[in-house]
Structure formats: C-alpha cells, structure tokens
C-alpha cells in the first residue's frame, strides 16, 4: 500500500469555525490532489498540487484552500466551515501526470453542524 | 471537456454470476480510463487502467475491461461474482484537456452480491 496518512479521521466541527486537514506522504510523489466525496457525485477534485508550492483549483475549489510547503505534506483549509462541507475528503498521490495512476489515502469523515 | 457516466448506481447479482458495470466517457483528447473500488470506510484501489495499448485490460481480482472507440465505453466486466466483490465501483476519464492533468470520476455504482 502507498504510504499515504490523512489526519484526522474524523472530525465534527461548528459551523463559522476554520479547519484543517492533513495529508502526508511517505513516496516522495510530486502529485497530490485533495478530493470531496457526497453521494450521487463521485468524487469531485477541490485542489491538486504538482510540485511544493505549486497547486491549482479543480472543480469544486470555491471555500477551500491548499498549501504545500514539502513534498510530503498537502493540507486543505476550509477557511469558514459551511454545512455543505459535510463530506468524506480523500487525498490522492500521483508519481507523475496522466496515465500514472493515482493512489488514495483512507479519507477523512467531516461533519459540520 | 472530459465527463464520464456509470449506467446504474446500483447493481445486484448473484454469487457466480456474470458482472457487468457500464461506463461510458466524453474526451476532445484521446482518453486515459481507469475503474477504481472502494470497500466500506476505505479509500479507492485502482483495479485496471486503460493508456491506448491493448483495448482488452485486465485487472486485479479477476476484473476485465474492454476499450471501444466507436461507443465510448469502458464496461467492466467479471465472469463469476464472488461475495468479497461486494463494494462502490467508479470509472474515471483522464486527459489533457485544457492543460489540466487530473481525473473526472463517475458517480459511482454500488455492487451487491447475494447468495
């Protein structure tokens, strides 16, 4: 298995509150991406990362924010944490672009209230 | 743009029997195709990927998938059902389309195999 953590596993939080959450790697991959799972929608790309301090928006990036300041670490901030932010967030690592196939951490539970 | 659509959320056969999960795709570039599982509160395993060599790929754990141009699709396909295949599959395009490197997933069909 790919040496990905996301930490924490489960998290519920106010809403108005910011939070954080980590994504580490242990394979040196230069791709990291941060997803959002909710049912009937897959899962939908918030931000990538292609090398530290290079990331960019996906799909669903509006109240969400990334750094990456070292290759193994990509954290995703919700600045002001929205009921609509309730979802399951997995991170993904890439050795490289398209076709290398990316590999999928456990996931985070997040629950806003 | 790149979309990708899973005929059927939810799929039901029985132990033994034939699986078929349809998947058909949109790209303006040549496609990249991969169909990923995910067992319950666990994050996804790819289990095949397509990269325009062989149209016929085979995967892990006893799963195919065949590659047709002229239809758009990447239907994956297992001959005999076992209980452990139980789980969410998704089928997902990759490609080059507008200078992003990234994966559009399917909506996702849950698999359920009984006795």
């Known amino acids: 298995d790919a040496g990905i953590t996301q930490s924490p596993r489960h998290k519920v939080t106010e809403t108005g509150t910011p939070v954080t959450l980590r994504c580490h790697q242990t394979?040196?991959?230069?791709?990291m991406y941060w997803y959002r799972q909710d049912p009937g929608h897959g899962l939908r790309l918030i931000h990538y990362?292609?090398?530290?301090?290079?990331?960019d928006k996906g799909e669903v990036s509006d109240g969400y924010s990334v750094s990456r300041s070292k290759t193994e670490d990509f954290l995703l901030t919700l600045e002001s944490a929205t009921s609509s932010q309730t979802s399951v967030y997995f991170c993904?690592?890439?050795?490289?672009?398209?076709?290398?196939?990316?590999?999928f951490g456990p996931g985070t539970r997040l629950t806003v209230t | 743009a790149q979309s990708v659509t899973q005929l059927g959320s939810h799929v039901s056969v029985s132990e033994g029997a034939l699986v078929l999960l349809r998947c058909n795709y949109s790209?303006?570039?040549?496609?990249?195709l991969f169909w990923y599982v995910q067992y319950p509160n666990q994050g996804l395993q790819l289990l095949l990927k397509y990269t325009s060599a062989a149209t016929l790929v085979k995967g892990i754990n006893g799963f195919e998938a065949e590659f047709k141009k002229s239809e758009t699709s990447f239907h994956l396909t297992k001959p005999s059902a076992h209980m452990s295949d139980a789980a969410e599959y998704f089928c997902a395009v990759g490609g080059f389309s507008g200078g992003y490197n990234k994966l559009i997933f399917g909506a996702g069909t849950r698999l359920a195999v009984h006795p």
């Open positions: 394979e040196n991959h230069r791709y």
């Open positions: 990362s292609y090398g530290v301090k290079d990331t």
């Open positions: 790209s303006s570039v040549p496609p990249y």
């Open positions: 993904a690592i890439s050795e490289k672009g398209l076709p290398y196939e990316q590999y």
